[in-house]
């Protein structure tokens, strides 16, 4: 029992590094390239946050249109306001946080 | 005076003239013209005006003569005038003095009419006639003005101008001003893309709980997954392929019975005059004839794709009164075209309910009596087919095919038969090959099986090379039997009619020489077990009692019968279409030799009836041509009498009908 309790918690303190989308309102298809493209902006630049949100940024202009902006943090509250359809807000490698809207 | 004489003498005939001369000239132009002028005036008053400050004078004194002597010397002129000669370098008096005295100018207000000046005035009043001629002048005297006209060929004008006088104060003064399009503003402002608010926090807890979660969730996922994936899985494909299919389906399909409500409308509002008549209308005039009857014509059927196709069956559906299946193909060996299976309603006669198309001309079909959306067809390749009213397949559900045993030749009539003991439906058919087969309908199968083979009597001929060539007649007709259900007759091409049994298959029970031309229909009477009816081509109807050889009552029509009809209320009423565009109507209980209605309905002249049916409820006929023309008929009240009830008659039902036949019988007979 106590064994069990043990590989419970253990289990459950295992850090969990895959993206998982909080909150979206894209479609489909939208989703999945901003998923991972935000991703690929972690990764790349791990130590950087600011570097990350503005390859983010940079990139969703491009493919979709001026005036995203996207936030990338550990800690942080936001209320903003944006267009529907354009919102995603998503978690990354077990201790960021990515939010992700467009509003023009 | 004597003076200046000499001094002027040497120049004196010069000036004094010439000064003299000008001088009486004016004063011979202006006193000659105000003379003359005065003097017209005076003349023109009659009487001697004086002025009154004139001198009276008495006649004595005007008498007086003075004489006086005029010379032309002024006496005031100076005689002695000397200058200095710078020639001669010394003072000379000057010979020339001016001898004129001038004691009275007065500019006048006439002119002379030759003179420059009148000229230019005349020029001016005679305005614009004398104008071109003006301007012509001006040209001609260029020379004044050359550095004007030089290369601005627009401005003889200014030229010519200089001649005209210009009256300053007439004029007018013309412009034009081009039209200027109206301004117009539009202004239109587009919806901003909706948005909202969202608003969350973000730490390192909240993103824990968040990954804990959602790992559990997956974790349950995965053990569901595990435990009924198979089904699972296959009941999630199928609901995806329902899915794929409904999304397949066309839009139009949504409104479809909308679609067929409303069609259905309009035609009960474009063919509500029919639909009284239909329900209401009974020929008064029936009342005035002895026997004879009507028929009205009601609705016509038509379909654009059946044109030009004979209709070639006709079959009241067994459950709904108002629907019937009708076969288009053709009777013409030498013209096969595709067929056409047509399902009508009374209520929709624009447009057929259901239509199947066939390759080769459909010669016959049935309606199932207990599955009336069954349909069972003989096509003249050969083949039977089965469709059904309901299908979503295009083609039959069952064909028969040449490894299924199908007919060599057209199938001329299909029936249903009752289901068979494993409750599989079943049909026979007849063809010219001689067969009489059954078809049962095994899951996705027809089995074959032959009744009987229609031998002509002398069995088997002789073929060249000893070959034994089965002599077989070319069933067109058949009828089982309404009770004895093994019972069943067969017509042939050749003119006889044979009563066979399912239980022989290669024996007659008897063999009628009905006809000399091919028999177009075989049928029982409805009521009465032993009584059946025969029409052929050889324009008869013939009424036979199958226990005798001979027929009961023969009609000559005059002209080919294409199929006849027992009707479905009455044992002694039937109905005969002949090829000369006719319908017969007999009731054997009020005329034994003529018929009670004969009526041309061909909607077309030349145009062949071909196949006639009662409805089974209401008293209409439905009559088809071999144009594709379809007429339904009233009959009129004379047609349909049924039997007066004699005394409190026990039965009404069918063993009156049966009685009334045998009577009839009896008397013939």
Redesign the interface.
């Known amino acids: 029992m106590a064994e069990e309790g043990e590989k419970k918690a253990e289990e459950?303190r295992r850090v969990?590094t895959y993206p998982?989308v909080?909150?979206s309102d894209m479609n489909e298809e939208m989703r999945t390239e901003a998923m991972e493209l935000c991703v690929t902006a972690c990764e790349k630049f791990a130590s950087n946050n600011e570097s990350a949100a503005r390859m983010i940024k940079d990139s969703m202009d491009k493919k979709f249109g001026p005036a995203w902006h996207a936030v990338v943090?550990?800690?942080?509250?936001?209320?903003?306001?944006?267009?529907?359809k354009n919102?995603m807000?998503m978690?990354f490698g077990?201790?960021?946080?990515i939010?992700l809207?467009k509003?023009? | 005076m004597p003076n200046p004489k000499p001094a002027a003498a040497a120049s004196k005939p010069k000036p004094p003239t010439q000064a003299a001369r000008a001088s009486r000239r004016r004063d011979s132009e202006t006193g000659s013209h105000s003379v003359m002028d005065f003097g017209e005036d005076m003349f023109g008053g009659g009487k001697a005006q004086k002025p009154d400050d004139q001198l009276q004078l008495t006649d004595q004194e005007l008498k007086e003569e003075f004489t006086r002597i005029l010379t032309a010397n002024n006496p005031h002129a100076p005689q002695n005038i000397v200058r200095y000669s710078f020639k001669d370098r010394q003072y000379k008096p000057i010979p020339q003095v001016d001898q004129l005295a001038v004691h009275f100018v007065m500019e006048g207000n006439l002119i002379h009419r030759e003179s420059d000046e009148a000229k230019k005035q005349l020029e001016k009043k005679s305005g614009d006639a004398a104008r071109e001629p003006i301007d012509e002048a001006a040209e001609a005297s260029e020379g004044e003005a050359p550095p004007k006209e030089e290369g601005d060929e627009d401005a003889p004008a200014p030229a010519a101008s200089g001649k005209k006088l210009t009256n300053q104060f007439n004029f007018c003064e013309r412009a034009t001003q081009t039209y200027n399009n109206p301004l117009r503003e539009r202004e239109n402002q587009t919806e901003p893309p909706p948005r909202v608010n969202f608003s969350q926090t973000a730490n390192q807890w909240i993103i824990f709980d968040a990954y804990q979660a959602d790992f559990e969730k997956n974790q349950e996922k995965g053990k569901e997954k595990k435990g009924g994936g198979a089904g699972k899985g296959a009941e999630e494909k199928a609901r995806k392929r329902l899915t794929v299919m409904d999304t397949q389906a066309d839009d139009l399909a949504k409104i479809e019975h909308a679609v067929k409500m409303l069609e259905r409308m309009v035609n009960q509002n474009s063919f509500d005059e029919i639909a009284q008549d239909f329900k209401y209308w009974e020929d008064p005039s029936d009342e005035f004839r002895d026997q004879q009857g009507t028929l009205l014509p009601l609705w016509k059927f038509g379909y654009e794709k059946a044109r030009k196709l004979a209709v070639t069956s006709i079959t009241w559906s067994p459950k709904y009164h108002d629907l019937f299946a009708i076969a288009y193909g053709s009777y013409d060996f030498m013209k096969q075209t595709r067929g056409l299976l047509c399902f009508y309603s009374l209520k929709n006669p624009s447009h057929p309910e259901y239509v199947f198309e066939t390759d080769s001309a459909v010669l016959t079909a049935a309606l199932h009596p207990e599955y009336p959306h069954m349909l069972c067809a003989g096509l003249y390749d050969g083949s039977v087919a089965v469709y059904s009213a309901v299908q979503k397949k295009r083609g039959p559900l069952y064909q028969s095919s040449a490894r299924t045993g199908k007919h060599t030749d057209p199938v001329w009539q299909v029936c249903w038969a009752k289901d068979d003991l494993d409750n599989n439906m079943n049909f026979y058919s007849t063809s010219s090959d001689g067969r009489v087969t059954s078809w049962t309908l095994i899951k996705n199968d027809l089995v074959s099986q032959d009744v009987i083979k229609l031998e002509l009597e002398g069995g088997p001929v002789e073929g060249p090379d000893g070959i034994k060539l089965e002599n077989l007649a070319s069933g067109t007709t058949f009828d089982f039997h309404r009770e004895a259900s093994h019972l069943f007759l067969v017509g042939t091409e050749e003119g006889k009619v044979f009563k066979c049994s399912t239980a022989y298959s290669s024996q007659y029970l008897q063999t009628y020489d009905a006809h000399h031309m091919a028999v177009y229909k075989v049928t029982w009477n409805p009521f009465h077990p032993s009584i059946f009816m025969t029409c052929s081509a050889d324009w008869t109807v013939k009424i036979w009692d199958h226990n005798k050889t001979e027929p009961v009552f023969v009609f000559d029509l005059n002209s080919p019968v294409g199929d006849a009809a027992w009707s479905p209320y009455s044992s002694t009423v039937f109905a005969a279409v002949t090829a000369d565009g006719k319908v017969h109507v007999f009731d054997l209980n009020i005329n034994k030799y003529e018929a009670l209605c004969e009526q041309v309905v061909a909607q077309k002249k030349k145009a062949k009836l071909t196949h006639i049916d009662f409805n089974p409820k209401h008293p209409i006929l439905i009559v088809g041509d071999d144009r594709g023309h379809i007429s339904s008929l009233k009959l009129s009240p004379n047609l349909r009498k049924l039997p007066k009830e004699k005394k409190g008659a026990a039965q009404p039902g069918p063993q009156a009908q049966v009685e009334k036949l045998d009577k009839i019988l009896t008397m013939v007979g």
């Open positions: 459950s969990h998982l909080r909150y943090g550990e800690g942080y509250g936001f209320e903003i306001t944006h267009e529907l919102l807000y978690f077990g201790n960021m946080a939010i809207w509003c023009a």
